[in-house]
């Protein structure tokens, strides 16, 4: 009794937090990122009315500083909550989150998908999302790579994601003592509120292999 009491406490307090998280993600999109454009779009005007060359070269560079900053945003707010999980669903976020994932860390990622896709809850397709969010964020912080694999599999009762890279991998046991721990605590947490599992293999020089394993109904 006391483990379902917890496992309720546990599902509710991340749901708050999700909320929240939208709420800020869609500020960020819908306000602050706006803004920024606009400002965007003012600098380049008035850039092209400039004569003096010193002056043209600072607004070019100032106009060029703002568009790295939208870019950054976007994924900030992306990464903070996927608006289009609500409306075009789980693979689309992913996808979506993958162009902004390359053009950010210079990351290829190679997704690839097999299955007809199954329509889920919220809360597990924010669960997966966040957790592929995860595992490609601590391949662009610690694999030393290139490129990545993103591989989505359908099965007739079972969603089974595996996130791989060919980079410089690790050995479990020292990992446990490090902060990138932390990420991958959360990912076992998420899938494990939703019913799922997150297994994680490592060797060093061979790089990393995450896989997520979600029971889905048709």
């Known amino acids: 009794m006391e483990l379902k009491a917890f496992k309720y406490a546990s599902n509710y307090i991340i749901q708050s937090q999700e909320e929240e998280i939208k709420r800020i993600a869609l500020e960020l999109h819908e306000g602050i990122s706006q803004n920024l454009y606009s400002l965007s779009t003012g600098m380049e005007f008035l850039q092209s009315a400039m004569e003096d060359p010193a002056l043209k070269q600072y607004a070019n560079e100032m106009t060029e500083l703002m568009k790295r900053t939208i870019q950054e945003v976007r994924l900030l707010s992306v990464e903070l909550y996927p608006t289009t999980i609500d409306t075009l669903g789980l693979i689309s976020a992913i996808k979506s989150y993958i162009k902004l994932f390359t053009s950010s860390f210079g990351i290829v990622v190679d997704l690839q998908t097999t299955g007809r896709e199954m329509e889920i809850s919220e809360g597990k397709s924010l669960a997966i999302f966040r957790s592929c969010q995860e ?8 694999a ?8 989505i599999l359908w099965g007739l009762n079972t ?14 046991e020292e990992e446990n003592s490090r902060n990138s721990f932390k990420g991958i605590a959360a990912m076992k947490q998420r899938m494990t509120n939703v019913g799922g599992e997150c297994m994680l293999h490592s060797e060093i020089g061979r790089g990393t292999k995450v896989t997520l394993q979600l029971p889905v109904q048709d």
Do not use: R
């Open 135 to 142: 595992a490609l964020i601590n391949i662009a912080k610690y």
């Open 144 to 151: 030393d790579t290139s490129d990545a694999k993103l591989t």
């Open 159 to 172: 969603l089974t994601i595996h996130i791989e890279d060919e980079g410089k991998g690790f050995e479990l």
